[in-house]
């Protein structure tokens, strides 16, 4: 059996593989797809001390780091099942869609999480070319241009806010007739002069020239009319799905689906934690899950050297 058995290769799951291994215990990783959100990224800015990076080549270079040490690695690995272990001390228990079982005396949760999409014509074209999903990592690139946020929820109004200081001009598209968010958000969204909120309004394609953005159109439900509204970005913000549809039962989740987790990342069954994106931290970031990661395989390293010799 492993010592640690992480599940998930983004950024949080390669941490914790490094850091498990440099404490020669026996460490695997199995991947559905090793690199994770990071692939499907372009330019990242905010990766601390590398000014600039391209999604791609970070994913590369967390492989690479990873393949430094003696990690068993088992990319293209997507894991169904997880049976905590029955007594304290004894041993988890992974199943994978091949069917093959590993099992483990600590296992590190890092499934990531996808943003929900709006699947409209041009999403996909325009993906990274001015259609974005994380105000945080792409909103400096926007700077007095004109934007749309999409989505009145909490996010999509923090969004919004956030945008008004960095941009020219921000439009927010809600689908309801109201915005979700909460009132001092709502408030402070008001007090903003450069943004227009739109509500009960359907975003119905992202128009580009080829290269980039250059607007979208929506449907006004109540009148039933298409509005075509110029602009250089896109941000989505009709929510953040974790990958734990395979733990409901195992493990504790909150009401969004999100692993529960501990200062430490401990999630409710011992000897087993969890990092990054797919958990209740409240920011999902790069830098932000390879620091949950490392300290998901450290809370594993104290737990396993506390066990009972074998
Ligand atoms: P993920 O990166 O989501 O990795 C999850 C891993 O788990 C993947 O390997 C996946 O294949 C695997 N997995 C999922 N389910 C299973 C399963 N059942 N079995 C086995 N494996 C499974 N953050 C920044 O800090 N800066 C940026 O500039 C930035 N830009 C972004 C741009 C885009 C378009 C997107 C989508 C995200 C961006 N982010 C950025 C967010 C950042 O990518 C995430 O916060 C980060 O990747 C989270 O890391 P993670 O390891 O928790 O999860």
Known sequence: PFDVLVVGGGPAGAAA??????????TGIAAERFGGQVLDTMAIE??????????????????????DYDVDIMNLQRAEKLIPARTEGGLHEVRLENGASLKART????????????????????RNK?????????????????VAVIGGGNSGVEAAIDLAGIVAHVTLIEFDSDLRADAVLQRKLASLPNVKVITSALTTEVHGDGEKVTGL?????????????????????????????WLKGAIA??????????????TSQPGIFAAG???????????????????????????????APA
Request: aromatic share 8%; proline share 6%; with cysteine.
């Open 17 to 26: 593989a490094i850091y498990a291994a440099r404490k020669g215990i026996r």
């Open 46 to 67: 905010n990766f601390i001390s590398v000014p600039h990076t391209e999604g791609p080549k970070l994913a590369a270079h967390l492989e690479q780091h990873v393949k």
């Open 107 to 126: 296992v590190i949760l890092s499934t990531g999480a996808r943003w929900r999409q709006m699947n409209v014509p041009g999403e996909d074209e325009y």
């Open 130 to 146: 001015g259609v974005a999903y994380c105000p945080h990592c792409d909103g400096p690139l926007f700077k007095g241009k004109r």
């Open 217 to 245: 159109s929506y449907k006004d439900r109540n009148r039933d009319t298409r509005h075509d509204v110029d602009l250089e970005g896109i941000f989505v913000q009709i929510g953040l799905v974790p990958n734990t549809e």
């Open 253 to 266: 989740l909150s009401p969004r689906g999100e692993i529960e987790i501990d200062h430490r990342g401990e």
């Open 277 to 307: 994106d797919a958990t209740t931290v409240p920011y999902k970031q790069i830098v932000i899950a390879m620091g949950a990661g490392s300290t998901a395989a450290l809370s594993a390293f104290d737990y396993l050297i506390r066990l």
